[in-house]
């Protein structure tokens, strides 16, 4: 940006089930960015959209967003943002919109020939009726992060059949379960800062391994086949640029070893606004390439950009 960023105010909170996440968060880049310098100003978001925009007088020269989900990561709060032509971080109206929606990011991944798992749409009333792909499968709503909502249905699961009648989303990504481990790529502007391994404590990286302390253990860089790294490095890129990202951005992937390495990576999503908590994965990865927290949420301030 060419004009000088004194004042920052950092959007953080927001309504959905991942707004604990996005206070702590936020509270980390805040905490950041005033030791860096920064005129900061946070902004606890809720559903009141005049109450942000009054707390958005006088204009910032920049906006953090670090909202997590629904109206926050979608590009609802991106859209607002424009309209008060105000720099914001991470990706825009349009790459965050298709990032959120399941479906569309799918359709624009198989487009750019990226690997994905064999899946389809189901509705509420074909997940209740029974399985509409061969188990083990996942089932995802379609707008959810942080695996909120996410079941896995193995082959000998008897409980499903009961819980997919209370099943409370009304569309669902139904995706073939890909076995093995869980790789996930973060992207910084037009490059790959590295690939880690997650290992959960439980057999599934849900919303508590992925914020509890303990809840599982980043083996940064991935120990895989130096092929498949380089596989997966690329594949993160690929799909930040497919979506029109900008900013910093952080693929999930499976990496399937089962039958030995170098293994099949497959593409699960991308997250436009990757978690900046203390046990979240793009500051480790990019600790690991040299780049301490305050340099990266500086970083992320000094390339806000606005679309208009």
Known sequence: ??????????????????????????????????ALGYDVRSIDVTRDLAAMVRALTPAPDV????????????????????FLRVPYTHSGVLASAVAMDKPTA???????????AEGRIATRDEIAAGDVLPRPYVVKPVNEGS?????????????????????????????????????????MGDRALGALEIRPAKDFYDYDAKYAPGG??????APIHRRAYDEALAIGVAAHRALGCRGVSRADLRYDDTAGEPG?????EVNTQPGMTPTSLVPDIAR?????????????????????
């Open 63 to 82: 906006v953090f967003n670090a909202l997590h989900g629904r109206g926050g990561e979608d590009g609802t709060v991106q859209g607002v943002l424009e």
């Open 288 to 308: 690991h390439a040299g780049i301490e927290f305050p340099a990266l949420v500086r970083w992320m301030v000094e390339n806000a950009a606005c679309d208009f």
């Open 1 to 34: 940006m060419s004009r000088t960023i004194r004042s920052v105010a950092v959007l953080m909170g927001g309504w959905t089930a991942e707004r604990e996440v996005s206070l702590v968060s936020g509270r980390e880049c805040a905490k950041a960015l005033a």
């Open 106 to 116: 799918r359709s624009v991944f198989a487009a750019a020939g990226l690997p994905l």
């Open 147 to 187: 695996s909120v909502g996410v079941r896995i249905v193995q082959r000998t699961d008897n409980s499903w059949a009961a819980e997919a009648k209370e099943w409370r989303y009304e569309r669902a990504l139904v995706e073939r379960y890909v076995p093995g481990r869980e790789i996930t790529v973060a992207v």
């Open 264 to 268: 099949k990576l497959v593409l699960l």
């Open 216 to 221: 599982s253990e980043h083996l940064m860089p």
